[in-house]
């Protein structure tokens, strides 16, 4: 909720506080970097302290940068609080990831777990931001920072407690610059990474490719929040229901699964081409979230599968740089596609590219499961 709240309000609070366009634009990159990176050069000494200590370790960093945020003014204090609140959330985030990965070993159901936990965030998605973005409406964005840090704070002491009134911990490990190279060299995981990569490219289209074509192409940028509250609800909703359908159909083969989330990826993109107007949108969203439902609690699953007895948290960290490339350049180019294909009159043309990049990366992971052994025992 904390995340969510800062990430519908950030660019709008900066601006508020006088920087121009550039200025917001490098800071919400500083905080970006800090976020999504942070974690893989700390992955290695993270290992070695309990998990649960890591978590209230990075809530309090996360919150004393957010606080500090509210207090700074000028622009390198301000991008020295974001560095620090992204320091906070990108540790908070891959401890979290090992606190997971530690309860699924139990839970027998590795996919439901994961699935449960997307729930959680579309939740905290749904939730959180229109309730930030009152405050901000209301001018109160020093509010929102606080509001943002107390949450931090609660999620810390919160998780830190629970683990050490249980008693379950994750292990502490001790890892080195080797594991790295290591985990890369672990069969299948250059191509899982792959796999990963390209659905995330595909997922990048819904917070850039879709936002322009909804408020340039269609001039409905009043109802593209609308979109956006469906996607969270939907998953909120239907996650279980569609771990369970997918499961049933697939026998539980997880790259299959991520092969069936391809052709949904495909079937949401053309689906924005074939109907007209804003229905179009509408009906590709809820495809692309079936897809995206199924796709997202796969790739962690296969993760843990291959990784064995390596490394979780290098392995998450590599992890996460992996979705942050894949979004982002998935999104940077389906932005300049569009753009490029709309100057010509042409911008629906590109739900059909982008369709056709689904259905290439469906392609290639079923080759990719068929010529690596340990995939294909995941899938089994």
């Known amino acids: 909720m904390g995340l969510f709240g800062l990430l519908s309000t950030l660019a709008v ?10 200025q917001t634009g490098l800071l919400i990159l500083v905080f970006t970097i800090a976020n999504k990176t942070a974690k893989v050069p700390l992955a290695r ?14 809530c309090f960093t996360a919150a004393v940068g957010f606080a500090v945020l509210r207090a700074v003014g000028g622009l390198l204090p301000t991008a020295a609080a974001l560095a620090l609140a992204g320091l906070g959330v990108s540790v908070n985030a891959l401890a979290s990831k090992q606190l997971a990965a530690d309860a699924s070993d139990r839970s027998g159901n ?12 579309n939740t905290a998605s749904a939730v959180a931001s ?7 409406d209301r001018h109160q964005h020093g ?10 704070c609660v999620a810390g002491l919160v998780t830190y407690l629970n683990y050490s009134r249980s008693g379950s911990r994750v292990r502490a490990v001790d890892s080195s610059l080797r594991d790295y190279l290591t985990i890369l060299r672990l069969p299948g995981m250059r191509s899982f990474m792959l796999i990963n990569l390209l659905g995330w490219c595909c997922y990048g289209q819904l917070f850039n490719a879709l936002a322009l074509h909804v408020s340039s192409t269609l001039k409905a940028p009043d109802r593209l929040g609308l979109l956006y509250t469906l996607n969270a609800l939907l998953i909120v909703v239907a996650q279980l229901g569609v771990t369970r359908l997918t499961a049933s159909l697939t026998g539980g083969r997880h790259v299959v699964t991520a092969i069936t989330a391809y052709l949904a990826f495909a079937l949401a993109f053309a689906s924005i081409f074939l109907v007209p107007g804003y229905a179009g949108a509408v009906v590709g969203v809820v495809l692309f979230t079936m897809a995206e439902m199924m796709f997202v609690p796969t790739m962690d699953v296969l993760l843990l599968g291959l990784l064995g007895g390596q490394s979780r948290a290098i392995g998450y960290g590599m992890f996460s740089i992996g ?5 982002g350049l998935g999104g940077a180019v389906g ?17 059909l590219c982008a369709a056709g990049l689904a ?22």
């Open 359 to 380: 259905l290439v990366s469906a392609v290639l992971t079923h080759r990719l499961r068929a010529g690596s052994a340990a995939l294909r025992g995941l899938a089994a």
């Open 45 to 58: 000494w993270l290992d070695r302290i309990p998990a649960a200590s890591s978590v209230l370790l990075g």
């Open 335 to 351: 932005v300049a596609t569009y753009r490029w294909l709309a100057g010509r009159g042409d911008g629906p043309v590109f739900w």
């Open 130 to 136: 229109p309730v930030a973005l009152l405050f901000v």
């Open 143 to 152: 509010d929102v920072l606080t509001g943002v840090a107390v949450l931090y």
């Open 13 to 22: 609070s900066l601006t508020a506080a006088g920087f121009n366009g550039a």
């Open 323 to 327: 979705n942050a490339i894949g979004e």
């Open 110 to 121: 590795r996919a439901k777990l994961f699935s449960v936990i997307n729930i959680a965030v």
